[in-house]
């Protein structure tokens, strides 16, 4: 999954010479967090609303409203962005943008062309989007996490007990983290499931991996069978 796939297209710009009350005001009408400042077409800089705070905060507390208004009317824009942004290319994956994000512990940056364009922003919301759509959460339905062995077939067998139940799995994804030494955590999310028969499903999964835990996100109903340790 690329980053130009999941970005916003509709990129809200701002000029290094445009005040840090216009600044304010973009924000509050598109409700974003981060503007890219450009001039002349090219990318110089990033103001964020934590920018725009920190720059208003030590005066906030000695002014009044109008003079602190004036204020924010006369500082601009390039005298307290970034000047030195992170940005990721469009071809990227969201993965590694995730990654980088968490690392530099920012919520956002510019994305660029292969021109070095400004063609989106990724943002941690747009990742929680990818992160919502890849787990299947949107069909609701019921998320099974299991302890299974890394080897071939050791999926098959849970999904083959799932479809003998008419259920339709919507997502499967799985991780080495917090597995036991040649196993590996697999999280799968099933719906179409007859709660009716659910009890007996659950038994039956229990024959063929360690169950972790079951969450039915239709009823709200979960139950807690081994907990994971790091």
Not at 85 to 110: H, W, Y
């Amino acid at each position: 999954m690329l980053v130009k796939n999941w970005m916003s297209k509709t990129v809200v710009t701002i000029e290094e010479d445009d005040s840090m009350q216009h600044a304010m005001s973009l924000m509050k009408e598109h409700k974003i967090r981060m503007l890219p400042v450009v001039a002349k077409g090219q990318l110089v800089g990033v103001v964020s609303d934590t920018d725009l705070k920190r720059a208003s905060a030590s005066d906030a507390t000695t002014l009044d409203m109008h003079e602190l208004l004036y204020l924010i009317s006369k500082i601009k824009v390039q005298d307290i962005m970034t000047k030195t942004p992170i940005t990721v290319p469009q071809n990227l994956t969201v993965e590694e943008t995730a990654e980088l994000l968490m690392r530099k512990k920012i919520s956002g940056c510019p994305v660029l062309d292969d021109n070095g364009l400004v063609v989106g922003v990724i943002t941690r919301d747009d990742l929680f989007k990818v992160l919502i759509m890849l787990s299947g959460l949107g069909k609701k339905g019921i998320q099974l996490a299991f302890q299974v062995e890394d080897r071939s077939g050791s999926i098959k067998n849970i999904t083959d007990v799932i479809r003998k139940y008419d259920g339709r799995i919507a997502s499967i994804l799985s991780s080495y983290e917090y597995a036991a030494p040649g196993h590996r955590i697999v999280y799968i999310r099933t719906y179409d499931i007859d709660r009716a028969v659910l009890p007996k499903l659950v038994e039956e999964l229990k024959q063929v991996a360690m169950l972790i835990y079951i969450v039915d996100h239709r009823d709200n109903k979960r139950e807690i069978f081994h907990d994971l340790v790091a």
